[in-house]
């Protein structure tokens, strides 16, 4: 028994391989370009692992996924390669279009190759899920009732459109095509290894290096919140027990307007490293230029997957963020490795340095 997963390397790939490697005796083949974001730090505890199996490629490299299905027979595809950043799809969209929408294509075009040889029982059981986001459904007016899974699509940023064109792709995959597929859409991650350019780890190094905290706009935007092992338990009860052709929403109930999850860091960070002037964080609290575009409030409605597979979060967001809080000061040689080079060229590019 074998899992294909693409995007192990990054934030929440690496997190599920943990998760799945701790919970499940399964080789498990991790397919990742390592783009800026992907980090084979986020595996080093495996490396001895020999039901890990780390192959760098592209998910758009038709013969190399090819070969790797043919060779390791996996029963699954767990599909999380993305580019993933709104901020930069707003810079430089075609990266987004290349891996969230051709790329995907290409992946499922080889997987259909690979599902249509295989014999009918194992046709049967083997499944596609797709990693999607809350943020194809766009922006909800303040009062407005949570996204189910019916709610109109409506993509505002590239990145956002890039993967409502994806799940548009999977679903068609399977509707034509009969490829057993799930689709997942998650509210905001957040935990170890998350990369320090999306809003919590960005705002944990600043604070640590002095820096200014960067609110976009007013700080009103409301967001919600799952720590990253609650998705990864989430995705693996959607793959045991979800039906083919169905999606899932996965949040954590968990609304917070940004400047709220900023001042909540600030605390956490005055209470377990304070600053050496006495002082708290949140004096480096600065009100930045708004995002272009920027969606106002998602909330994720995640009874459907509470009710039909019993998944529900085990972290509150006080927990969790205390969790991740204390992994990123118990990790800043992990927070060093990747804020070099290519990172600094982006804090400059998008803050104005
Ligand atoms: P991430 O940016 O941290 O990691 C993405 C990974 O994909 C990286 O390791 C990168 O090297 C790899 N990758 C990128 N392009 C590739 C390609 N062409 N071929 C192979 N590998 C490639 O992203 P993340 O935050 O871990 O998100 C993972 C998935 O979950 C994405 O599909 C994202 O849309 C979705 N998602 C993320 C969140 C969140 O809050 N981070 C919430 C909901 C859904
Ligand atoms: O909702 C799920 C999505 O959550 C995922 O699909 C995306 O891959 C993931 O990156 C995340 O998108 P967001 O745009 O919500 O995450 P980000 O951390 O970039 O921003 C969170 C909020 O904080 C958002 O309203 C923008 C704001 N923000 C962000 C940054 C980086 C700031 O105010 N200042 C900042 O410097």
């Known amino acids: 028994m074998t899992l294909l997963v693409t995007g192990g390397a990054g934030f929440i790939g690496s997190n599920f391989v943990h998760h799945w490697l701790a919970e499940h005796d399964e080789l498990l083949v991790n397919l990742d370009k390592l783009t800026y974001a992907g980090n084979l730090g986020n595996l080093q505890s495996l490396a001895q692992d020999q039901r890990h199996v780390f192959v760098q490629g592209d998910i758009a490299d038709t013969a190399l996924v090819a070969q790797l299905l043919q060779q390791y027979q996996p ?31 290409q992946l499922l075009e080889s997987v259909r190759a690979y599902w249509a040889a295989l014999p009918a029982d194992q046709q049967q059981s083997f499944r596609f899920l797709h990693v999607s986001t809350d943020e194809v459904y766009g922006s909800l007016a303040p009062d407005a ?164 597979l019993g998944w529900q979060p085990v972290e509150t967001f006080e927990t969790g963020l205390r969790k991740t809080v204390r992994w990123y000061l118990d990790h800043s040689d992990w927070v060093s490795s990747v804020t070099s080079g290519a990172y600094r060229q982006w804090v400059d590019l998008h803050y104005g340095g």
């Open 145 to 308: 009732p949570a996204f189910t899974e019916t709610h109109p699509y409506a993509p505002n940023s590239p990145y956002a459109a890039s993967k409502a064109a994806s799940d548009h792709l999977v679903r068609a995959w399977h509707h034509t095509y009969g490829l057993p597929v799930l689709t997942t859409h998650c509210s905001n991650n957040y935990g170890p290894y998350h990369f320090p350019e999306k809003l919590i780890p960005l705002v944990i190094h600043h604070a640590l290096s002095g820096k200014p905290l960067p609110v976009y706009g007013d700080g009103m935007q409301v967001r919600d919140w799952l720590f990253v092992q609650d998705h990864c338990r989430a995705i693996d009860r959607v793959l045991q027990a979800g039906t083919p052709g169905e999606t899932y929403n996965i949040g954590g109930w968990n609304e917070k307007p940004n400047i709220e999850v900023v001042k909540t860091l600030c605390s956490l960070l005055d209470e377990l490293q304070p600053r050496a002037d006495g002082q708290s964080y949140a004096a480096q609290i600065t009100f930045v230029k708004d995002r272009a575009g920027h969606d106002r409030r998602y909330a994720i409605d995640a009874g459907k997957i509470n009710d039909s």
């Open 75 to 105: 029963r699954a595809v767990l599909h999380f390669a993305a580019e993933s950043h709104v901020d930069r799809s707003i810079h430089g969209p075609l990266d987004f279009i290349h891996t969230n929408v051709v790329g995907t294509c």
